[in-house]
T-cell receptor
Framework: DVKVTQSSRYLVKRTGEKVFLECVQD?????MFWYRQDPGLGLRLIYF???????EKGDIPEGYSVSREKKERFSLILESASTNQTSMYLC????????????FGAGTRLSVL | QKEVEQNSGPLSVPEGAIASLNCTYS??????FFWYRQYSGKSPELIMS????GDKEDGRFTAQLNKASQYVSLLIRDSQPSDSATYLC????????????FGGGTRLMVKP
């Protein structure tokens, strides 16, 4: 079975803090994704990586950055957390090109106070 | 941005009935279509994928794709209370096929 592991299920941070969300997959997938999910807004893509050190902006990259130094690990960084970044964050991974199914981690519920 | 539209619901059906969930998409060149189920507080899990026009059946689930009309649907036969969840439709959004656009989801409630 594909396993996508997110480092924290719940996280509480203060405004202005630098926040790291970690995601690890064990299936040697090329692609990794970070989404946020908010009521009424659905799943929105923040960033996408198709290879080590390669990344593309998604639909809502502002206020976020990412790092992919190893194939299995994809980190989402909130440079200076703000209250409007309170959300559920979901990591996903998939194989290379083509008809690729995305597998999701359990999610990290982040609260920024 | 390419759009994927779903009725947010809730769609309420009695136990044992057929639940019909619909999704329309705007990008005519989309080739890959997925249905995910998401229980409250959990992450999405894949139930069905479909790539060709027509029907694809897997147990109690049938996915239907009509590319000419740009819609994809999910039928759940013999609905069970355990099917109560939000169902997300996803469509590929780039030529490489590795990025998806998700609909907002339809909340299904199956009443005993």
């Amino acid at each position: 079975d594909v396993k996508v592991t997110q480092s924290s299920r719940y996280l509480v941070k203060r405004t202005g803090e630098k926040v790291f969300l970690e995601c690890v997959q064990d299936m040697d997938h090329e692609n990794m994704f970070w989404y946020r999910q908010d009521p009424g807004l659905g799943l929105r893509l923040i960033y996408f990586s198709y290879d080590v050190k390669m990344k593309e902006k998604g639909d809502i990259p502002e206020g976020y950055s990412v790092s992919r130094e190893k194939k299995e690990r994809f980190s989402l960084i909130l440079e200076s957390a703000s209250t409007n970044q309170t959300s559920m964050y979901l990591c996903a991974s998939s194989r290379g090109r083509g008809r690729n199914i995305q597998y999701f981690g359990a999610g990290t519920r982040l609260s920024v106070l | 941005q390419k759009e994927v539209e779903q009725n947010s619901g809730p769609l309420s059906v009695p136990e044992g009935a057929i639940a019909s969930l619909n999704c329309t998409y705007s990008d005519r060149v989309s080739q890959s279509f997925f249905w995910y189920r998401q229980y409250s507080g959990k992450s999405p899990e894949l139930i069905m994928s479909i790539y060709s026009n027509g029907d694809k059946e897997d147990g109690r689930f049938t996915a239907q794709l009509n590319k000419a009309s740009q819609y994809v649907s999910l039928l759940i036969r013999d609905s069970q209370p355990s099917d109560s969840a939000t169902y997300l439709c996803a469509v590929n959004r780039n030529n490489a096929g590795n990025m998806l656009t998700f609909g907002g989801g339809t909340r299904l409630m199956v009443k005993p």
